[in-house]
């Protein structure tokens, strides 16, 4: 047992032997192959592919980072051309490198990195051409586009305060209009005389009255005003309005910038709002002697119906616009009635068994009637007791019998308002307002039955 | 304006031109336009976008493109600009107070590289209406004395409402644009 171990401890030990040296001589060469690769490697170290692409990423990276700070050297003109030089040279020595590589690299490699070096010289004129306009049009294209891009938005941003400048740095002569006002009634008639353009502008709280034809009508800055026009041949240009009520007639009418205004209009052509914000239309409903004519004189004696036809230009969409809508019925005025013949500011006391009421304005009615008054074509009237007396008055009324209180100076009807509600056209003279007694024993004036 | 294009032009039987129509809204660009080819012009609606004309004009073909003034649209001129032979600059008279934009949307204007060889005409409109401004006074607020020498120019008062001057403009306009393009006619 002994030997046949010992045998075989002897037989393994050779065999170990044996396959130790082979294993070292094996090492042995490796290392020496290795050896002999890696000083074959040392030597012609420029010549390696591995160290040229090594090269290569770093010049191509560092031209990368130059070319993405060209944004920011832009903003000074006079550095960035030598920047930009600076960039196409390094482009040419990273180009010179691959031509003196291209001998022992593999075919890819000169194609890749041939690609490359054209790739960042497109980047390289692409950017210059964004930053420095191509000489071929610089010396015009490169104003106006400047000039284009600080136009677009100018344009845009002007929107507002164009409306707000304040006076035109040309004014020729006084042309014929009403100006800086506020709280007043303003009456133009133009009834014999011809007048062109006419201007409304800068009025606060002031009511205007136009009677006749005129050419041209420019609307400027309005607030809380009344502004009543017979019919305007050519057409009206209506610049900022606020609290506003327009009765119109015209060719054509174009409403910039108005808020929370109400149109009564009469138009040949489509009307047009732009940057307007809560403007109501309705028909015109302007009324005064011989405003037929003067619309017939116009061309403007039919109702188109164009009135409802509004074209938004902030709005071109099919769905109707939000800055506009139709005046409900219900809420218009009647028959704004601007006669110069008609009444105004007048005060009345009179006793009678009918009383009709046409046209008045802005005046209290001192009334003893049998019969319910009338008012039509009226506004701002307003009603209250008879109060008159003279020696002998008493009398007077019994025999015209109308002695008796019939309480019918309140039950006015007005034939331009017949809805349920109370018109807007009349009221009741509040008592504290009212006149005592009036007295006229020696004279007579102030009476006047219609 | 390129040597092709003149050449491209001339060799075209039908001698086209292509006139831009512009100015502030309200100033009567489309009631010149129809007035010239003898349409009505008693209802004519603010223009929404644009209208193009083509009128027989001596021997020429006028392509008359009428863009709207509005403030809202005139950003949109731009896209009208290309090949214009001839500009037409309308001015409305009797607005003195917006003369001041007037002058500065022509001085946007004729800053355009595209528009840099157009002729261009200033109709002084609305002549008939008492108090509006003479033409030569319209050329001084527009101070346009100062234009670049090169542009050919001219200022003439009109009417679109009784036709007044338009033909004189007109004639003015095509000879002009018709002497540069065709000169070799």
Known sequence: M???????????????????????????????????RSTSSTEPSTESTSSFLSRFSELKSSIESHLSDSQSVASDPSQLKPHLDKISESISD??????????????????????????????????????????????????????????????????????????????ARDSPGFRNKTGEVLVGEFKESEIGEFTISDLDSCEVRIIGCIRALFIHRL?????????????????????CVFAIASHQIRIHGARRSDFYLRVRSRPIVEDCNGVRFAPYCLSYGGIEEDLRGADLDAETGNWANVDDFRWLRAVQSPNWSILPENERVGILDISNSGTERCVFIIASHQIRIHGA??????????????????????????????????EDLRLADLDAETGNWANVD????????????????????????????????????? | MGLLTIIRKIKKKEKEMRILMVGLDNS??????????????SVISPTLGFNIKTIAYQKYTLNIWDVGGQKTIRSYWRNYFEQTDGLVWVVDSSDLRRLDDCKMELDNLLKEERLSGASLL??????????ALAPDEIAKVLNLETMDKSRH???????????????????WLVQDIASRIYVLD
């Open chain 1, 94 to 171: 990273l180009e010179k490198l691959v031509a003196q590589s291209s001998y022992f690299l593999p075919s890819y490699d000169v194609r890749s990195s041939l690609k490359t070096v054209s790739d960042l010289k497109r980047s390289l004129e692409n950017l210059s051409s964004e930053l420095i306009p191509k000489k071929k049009f610089s010396f015009k294209n490169k104003a106006s586009k400047k000039e284009r891009d600080s136009v677009v938005p100018e344009s845009k941003q002007s929107i507002a305060p164009v409306y707000n400048s304040v006076q035109p740095s040309y004014v």
């Open chain 2, 28 to 41: 009567g660009k489309t009631t010149i336009v129809l007035k010239i080819n003898g349409e009505d012009t």
């Open chain 1, 361 to 394: 304005r802005r005046s209290d009615f001192y009334l003893r009637v049998r019969s319910r008054p009338k008012v039509e074509d009226c506004n701002g009237v307003r009603f209250t007791p008879y109060c008159l007396s003279y020696r002998g008055i008493e």
């Open chain 1, 223 to 243: 607030k809380d005003c009344r502004v009543y026009v017979g019919p305007v041949t050519g057409s009206i240009l209506i610049e900022e309005a606020e609290g």
């Open chain 2, 153 to 171: 120019w001219m200022i003439v008062g009109c009417s679109a409402y009784t036709g007044e001057g338009l033909l004189e403009g007109f004639d």
């Open chain 1, 2 to 36: 002994d030997d046949e171990m010992e045998k075989e401890i002897i037989s393994d030990n050779k065999e170990a032997e044996a396959l130790q040296k082979k294993h070292l001589s094996m090492l042995d060469r490796l290392s020496k192959r290795q050896q002999s």
């Open chain 2, 122 to 131: 200033i109709l002084a409109n609305k002549q008939d209406i008492k108090g």
């Open chain 1, 414 to 450: 007005d034939f331009r308002w017949l809805h349920a509600v109370q018109s807007p056209n009349w009221s009741i003279l509040p008592e504290n307002e009212r006149d005592g007694s009036v007295d006229i024993s020696n004279s007579e004036n102030m009476n006047e039955e219609v």
